[in-house]
């Protein structure tokens, strides 16, 4: 999702009261460290019959499960909100005794009717009904939207990163709890139509319902998402220069239809920045597909939601449109391995901004689109831990999180890592961690996990460097560096200073005068000839990321000043 509104979403949130039944804690927990059940699964198809019910907003559940077991196992532990009321589950087409299953807290476990060997498969069916959590205010947390189109229509849809599959379809709640197939078959009232991952198989109507296949192949765990609205679709062909064609889709409300129209001619200028500048677009055999949606937006794989409402800035791209599509790269081809690293989603992801801006327009749309992150960057907490991470457990700061920091201070990093070992490398270290390769070929790439440690050796071995000192400093500490600058006789002496002396030999540019010399900073410090009467700025090309307490001093100024308003 998109950084720059959480500072609203999180007032709002006081501000909205509710009378839902809380979620179990188990359930609110996305991405909790798997019991060896779950290990056990490699999960092989997903079939979800989900009926979508706006007048009563409750949705009825027929959901077929396929695993394969990777040793033996007695039991299927699934997690699934418990608000849920299950009607029936069946493995391997017996009907299970209601002894055999339960779901106190949101686990969902199923005794087989006979123990699975390793190698074995086994199909769970699980029918369910109920009212599924409400967003109060989606994406920041997660749930249904229940809303109506302008003209009175319903228009429903979900997003639950925060919470996870679990509160609408039992699932493993995991990052590495992907499905290698999924097929939905969302049916809905007539004339309704729902969106969904992957590919369009068709629709059938009867008594008044739709039912809409949608099939799609790894989509990511919270990827698999609920929008139906009384869309109508624009379809477009691209060619792309990997010589394949990609189809670009739009669902739109039709009291939108000239903005719309407008809005898709931006799907082929970011597909070809992002194709130029990573390598192809992962899903190309499935589509580029965009919905519009009543909540801001979110990263569901093939499906974005897109709710920007149109909005223009001065920097003349759709930032949210953008910002969900460099997803599909960052999120859903390649996928955080566990929550702790999920700035490789949106550190990287949101790079890809001043990154679409220096392509599309120029320096001073990248510089500027920089400066904004910059000023939000908060050091509260490191941007990875080093240990298993809920999702909770990142995005909020007051369980000890970065939270917006895996955006603002991810992409200022990744900016740095450019500035200090140059494109090529960068670029470079940037695709084997999309992709697991630095040849990708369309038709040949399947999604994978990444990690930071993963990303510190690609990008050291891509630069012919040891670079463990510099994520060190940027990622496994809480402060930013601190450039020290002392004028002393007629020299200016350099100095770095870090959290805990760690060891930081960034070289920084200085200009003296009209003069700009690099200091290499080997050990740390560093010093240039500053004549007498001569002028001199720091790191005059803006390459590194550091501490400034100018900025520090804005930013306590700004919290001030909301405090008092
Ligand atoms: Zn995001």
């Not at 990154?355 to 599309?360: D, E, I, R, S, V």
């Not at 460097?465 to 994520?471: E, G, N, P």
Request: hydrophobic share 35%; with cysteine.
């Amino acid at each position: 999702m998109k950084y720059s509104l959480i500072f609203a979403a999180c007032l709002m949130l006081t501000a909205c009261a509710t009378t839902q039944t809380p979620l179990t804690a188990r359930t609110e927990a996305s991405g909790a460290e798997r019991p060896p059940e779950q290990l056990a699964l490699a999960f092989e198809h997903a079939d979800l019959n989900l009926r979508i019910e706006p007048s009563s907003k409750t949705i009825r559940g027929d959901v077929t499960l396929t695993f394969q077991a990777r040793s033996p196992l007695r039991r299927v532990l699934l997690d699934l909100d418990n608000h849920f009321t299950i009607d029936a589950i069946a493995a391997d087409g017996t009907l299970l005794p209601a002894t055999a299953w339960n779901n106190p807290d949101g686990r969902l476990s199923i005794e087989l009717p006979r123990p699975l060997a390793a190698g074995e498969q086994v199909k769970v069916r699980v029918q369910y009904h109920g009212a599924p959590h409400v967003a109060k205010r989606a994406p920041w947390d997660g749930g249904f939207v229940w809303a109506t189109t302008p003209d009175g229509q319903p228009w429903v849809a979900s997003a639950v990163q925060g919470e996870g599959c679990d509160l609408f379809w039992p699932c493993i709640d995991h990052p590495q709890g992907r499905a290698k197939l999924v097929d939905q078959h969302i049916t809905v009232p007539a004339p309704l139509v729902a969106a969904g991952a992957g590919v369009a198989m068709g629709m059938d109507e009867k008594d008044g319902w739709r039912t809409w296949h949608w099939r799609a192949k790894n989509p990511s765990t919270y990827g698999i998402s609920i929008n139906v609205g009384p869309y109508k679709l624009l379809s477009e062909d691209y060619r792309s220069r990997y010589g394949n064609t990609i189809p670009l889709r739009f669902w739109y409300l039709p009291t939108s239809e000239a903005k719309a129209k407008e809005l898709l001619k931006e799907f082929p200028l970011i597909l070809d920045f992002f194709e130029s500048t990573i390598g192809p677009y992962p899903f190309a055999d499935e589509k580029m597909g965009v919905v519009e949606t009543p909540h801001k937006g979110m990263e569901h794989q093939t499906i974005n939601a897109y709710g920007n409402e149109y909005a223009k800035t001065m920097y003349g791209y759709d930032d949210l449109l953008q910002h969900e599509f460099a997803h599909e790269y960052f999120g859903n081809q390649v996928t955080n391995a566990n929550w702790d690293d999920m700035w490789i989603h949106e550190g990287l992801g949101s790079y890809m901004q001043p990154l679409y801006m220096q392509y599309l327009r120029g320096d001073q749309e990248y510089y500027a689109s920089l400066m904004r992150m910059r000023a939000a960057i908060t050091n509260t907490a490191p941007l990875v831990s080093g240990k298993p991470h809920t999702e909770e457990d990142v995005y909020d700061t007051k369980r000890g999180g970065p939270g917006q920091d895996i955006y603002v201070k991810g992409a200022l990093t990744m900016h740095t890592l450019r500035e200090l070992i140059g494109d090529k490398a960068f670029f470079k270290a940037v695709r084997e961690e999309v992709y697991g390769t630095d040849h990708p070929q369309p038709g040949k790439l399947a999604p994978r996990y990444g990690s930071t440690p993963e990303f510190v050796n690609l990008a050291s071995q891509a630069s012919g460097q040891d670079l463990q000192w510099f994520f060190d400093v940027y990622m496994y500490q809480k402060d930013l560096p601190e450039l020290l600058a002392t004028p002393a006789g007629d020299r200016l002496s350099l100095r770095w200073k870090t959290e805990n002396n760690k060891p930081f030999p960034m070289p920084v540019e200085v200009r003296v005068g009209n003069k700009i010399e690099t200091v290499a900073m080997q050990d740390g410090t560093g010093s240039v000839a500053l004549p007498a009467g001569a002028t001199w700025t720091l790191d005059p090309h803006s390459k590194v990321l550091r501490r400034l307490e100018h900025i520090e001093a804005f930013q306590a100024y700004e919290k001030n000043k909301r405090k008092k308003s």
